[in-house]
Structures are given as structure tokens and as C-alpha cells.
């Protein structure tokens, strides 16, 4: 009996340890295709800056950009199925909490159900794309906002929900800021893997993607609740025309040609994170 209980256990923590490196790589695959997605709304970001025209700078304008290419549908499978293994991590992290001592608290836990809820709708969007479905996944983000706040406004207290809800947008955006100001994504990072001059580089490029990532949200959110305030749904904006007004502030294209510069460093923090976070 002893004999049997021992092996029954020895399988458990086998099978279980596969299971973590399963996540682990589905983890760093969706960090990844985070990482294209950012760094492609960047490139799209600073053609607007220098052109003033050009394709809608957001999750879609990526979409339509990488179907694009030669085996793009190929390409936007693999984006779709490794944003899907990003939502199954979270998941794990919402089941069962998240690396770290204190990653079993029920705000984290919360914050990676959420998580995964996004990122589940992200890569269905796109595997629907990548299906034939053109209206999935390419969607001008502009124009969902718009008609989602349009709807909600058409609800009783809808001004109070949308702006509740503009409000939550601006709260994270500037959470995501701050805490990217303060590095304090170091400690999900395993720093001391990185040579010196690597450390440098990758927690500066956190600092500032992260913080030009912070200031889009914080930014779309104060739109809404202005279409809150005013009842005007138009006054909603997706990541694309949010990104436009930077273009029409005093610094001009500069201050969009930043933030566009932010965006694609914050890509290639991204493709750090699958390199050395701790999942």
C-alpha cells in the first residue's frame, strides 16, 4: 500500500509539473504575440504622426496589417493561439495565484480573471479573423467604442455607467503608469539571469513603454467620461483616435511620434518578458 500511495504521488507531482511548464510556455508564447501586437500599433502610430493619414493605429489596424503579409493567416493563427495560451496562464494565476509570496491575495487573483477575460477576447478576435471572418479582429476600435457607449448611454443611469466606467479606464492607465515609473515590474523579472548593460536596457524600456501604454488608456478613458458628462457618444475614442488628438496638442506629431516610439519599446519588453519573467 505504502509502495502504491508513493507512486500515485510521484505521478501526481510529474503530471503536475508538466502542467506547469505547459502554462509557463503558453505564458511566455502570449507575451510574445503582446509584443507584436504593440510593436506594430507603434510602426502604424508613427506613420500617422509623419503622414497625418495612414491605417487606424490599434489591436485591428495590427490585424489587418500582419493578414497582410505573406503567410498572413498562418502568422495570425499562431498570434491567436499564443494570446490564447496569455488568457489560460491568467487563468491559472486567478485558480491558483499568481508567482511570488504574496500572489495568492484575491485582488491579484481578481485582477488575473480579468486579465483573461481580455486576453480570451483578444484571441478570439483574432482566430475569428484568421477563420475568414473580416469583421472579427480588424474592427476599427474607434467605432466599437463609440457604439458601445451609444448603447449604454440608452440605459437607465447609463451616464453614470459610462462614466464610472471612463473613470476605471483612467484609473488603470495611470496605475499602469506610475508602477512602471517606480520599475516595480522588476520584481516579476529575473534580473539577475541579465547581464549589466541587459538590465539597463530592459528596465528602461519598461519604464517608458509602460508608462506611454499607461498614458493611451488613462488618456481613452478621460474621453469617455467626457461623452459621459456631455451625452455625446462621438466624444468616445478607440486606442486610434486617441492616439490622433496627440497629434493635435501644441508639440504636434512629436508628442503621437513619443508615444508611437513608447508603444514599440513597450513591444520589445514584451518579448523580454517572455525571456525572463517569472511565470
Known sequence: MATGSATARGRGQVRRAANSKAIAAAARAGFVARGVIYALIGVLSLRIAFSGG???ADRGGAVAEIAQKPFGTVLLWLLGIALAGMALWRLSEAAFGQAGPDGG????????AGRSVFYGFVAYSVLSYAAGDRSSGSGSSDKNSQDVTA???DWPGGQWIVGIAGAAVTAAGLWIAVRAVMR????????????QKTRKVVSFFGMFGGTARGVVFATAGCF???AAVQHK?????GMDDTLRTFADTPAGPWLLALTAVG???FGVFSWANARWRDV
Open 54 to 56: 495612414g491605417k487606424q
Open 105 to 112: 491575495e484575491p485582488g491579484k487573483r481578481a485582477m488575473a
Open 151 to 153: 448603447k449604454a448611454l
Open 184 to 195: 516595480k515590474f522588476e520584481k516579476h523579472l529575473r534580473m539577475s539571469e541579465m547581464s
Open 224 to 226: 469617455a467620461i467626457a
Open 233 to 237: 457618444p462621438g466624444r468616445a475614442k
Open 263 to 265: 508603444l514599440m519599446v
